[in-house]
């Protein structure tokens, strides 16, 4: 089971802890809880100058600590049209090692990685260029 919950600008570690303090003590093994910074946009950015260039905005635009309402504005996300599909494409072309430059994701990714072992499935090593 994989949960995310956004940070909202608090720290990440103890948001994780509170989420992971209130899930039953007995499932917690099969459990991932990824917690973002501020919000997912922080991870999408990451690589804000992978970003800026798929998007056409400057990459300094994107390296603020909420990217959140400038990703939003560059893919013209508003309440009817939440882009959706083109997020999912902007984040399959991403590369993902770029991501683990951020703490909060390479603690998900660590978590992914560890309990897809454990589980016996595939999950590519992304830090090794897998």
Request: hydrophobic share 35%.
């Amino acid at each position: 089971m994989v949960f995310l919950t956004d940070g909202d600008g608090a720290d990440w570690r103890e948001v994780q802890r509170n989420e992971r303090a209130s899930f039953p003590n007995e499932r917690l093994f099969m459990a991932v809880h990824g917690v973002p910074d501020r919000n997912v946009e922080c991870w999408i950015c990451s690589d804000a100058d992978f970003i800026s260039q798929k998007l056409g905005v400057a990459a300094d635009e994107l390296r603020v600590t909420d990217p959140k309402g400038r990703l939003e504005s560059a893919l013209k996300v508003n309440r009817d049209e939440k882009k959706e599909e083109e997020i999912e494409d902007l984040v399959h072309a991403t590369p993902l090692r770029t991501w683990l430059r951020n703490p909060s994701f390479e603690d998900f990714y660590g978590q992914v990685r560890s309990l897809s072992q454990q589980l016996g499935c595939r999950v590519p090593n992304i830090r090794e260029g897998g």
